[in-house]
């Protein structure tokens, strides 16, 4: 069987705009930031969060930014804007006015963190990452331990009864639930977001369930970089091509 078809640039926004009303979901590292070694190493460019209020503006408030990070954590590097969020791959999510519309107050619990920083500590360049509501292992330093990090913690997952998510040279565990696509569907359920076409820029496996949640809505997916999607329609090459393609 060859390789599929390379997927093709997506109509400019303001096209896709012309046909139908656009609720613009975009991800955040790897999509409107690059990857960084270690997740607070992103670099932000300064006037990114400014573009995304006039962006949101001109989409009529259907903009929303969707990501395995937290909502506060995301706040760190946009500040408090009245921006959509969607946080912690789906299990929060908050309208522009500060309003909730998904919130999960159930995290994992301590003592899986603590088996998660013994793990950690038993092998050299694997990092753990805490976060409100889940815990990551990240081996971006140590690719070659990528089976370790995804047998203990599948394991662990199975053990625990929690959701379990494969992202570029990280794996995560979080409560059950958690989906970029809950994301989605939360704030589609709300204005302003209910009028628009889903149109979901994400580049890791875990925007997949994204991409299939806008297309089930009437929209589509757009993937970043060069990692084959099943479930995306077009592609941009990296986060620098989704600023130019979102004009931020």
């Known amino acids: 069987m060859g390789s599929p078809e390379p997927l093709p640039p997506p109509p400019a926004l303001a096209e896709i705009a012309r046909e139908a009303p656009v609720a613009l979901f975009l991800d955040f590292d790897g999509t409107l930031v690059d990857i960084a070694d270690r997740p607070e190493l992103i670099d932000v460019p300064g006037h990114l969060a400014r573009n995304l209020l006039r962006l949101a503006d001109a989409l009529a408030g259907r903009l929303a930014v969707i990501s395995g990070r937290s909502i506060a954590d995301l706040q760190r590097y946009l500040g408090d804007v009245p921006l959509a969020f969607g946080g912690s791959h789906g299990l929060e999510a908050r309208l522009a006015d500060g309003t909730s519309a998904a919130h999960s107050t159930t995290g994992i619990d301590a003592s899986l963190v603590s088996e ?123 986060p620098d091509a989704v600023r130019e393609w979102c004009k931020l």
Not at 124 to 131: C, F, I, P
Not at 144 to 165: C, F, G, N, P, Y
Not at 173 to 197: D, H, I, Y
Not at 208 to 218: K, P, S, W
């Open 116 to 238: 998660l920083e013994s793990f950690v500590a038993r092998h050299d360049g694997l990092q753990l990452e805490t976060k409100s509501l889940g815990a990551a292992v990240h081996y971006r330093a140590v690719p070659q331990l990528q089976d370790a990090v995804l047998e203990r913690l599948t394991a662990l997952s199975r053990q625990h009864a929690l959701a379990i998510k494969q992202g570029k040279c990280v794996v995560e565990l979080l409560p059950p639930g958690a989906s970029k696509a809950a994301a989605v569907g939360a704030l589609m359920e709300r204005e302003p977001f209910g009028t628009g076409m889903p149109v979901f820029i994400g580049d890791d496996v875990t925007d997949e369930d994204g991409f299939l949640e806008a297309t089930a809505r009437g929209g589509f997916g757009i993937a970043v970089g060069e990692r084959v999607s099943k479930n995306a329609r077009y592609r941009l090459a990296s």
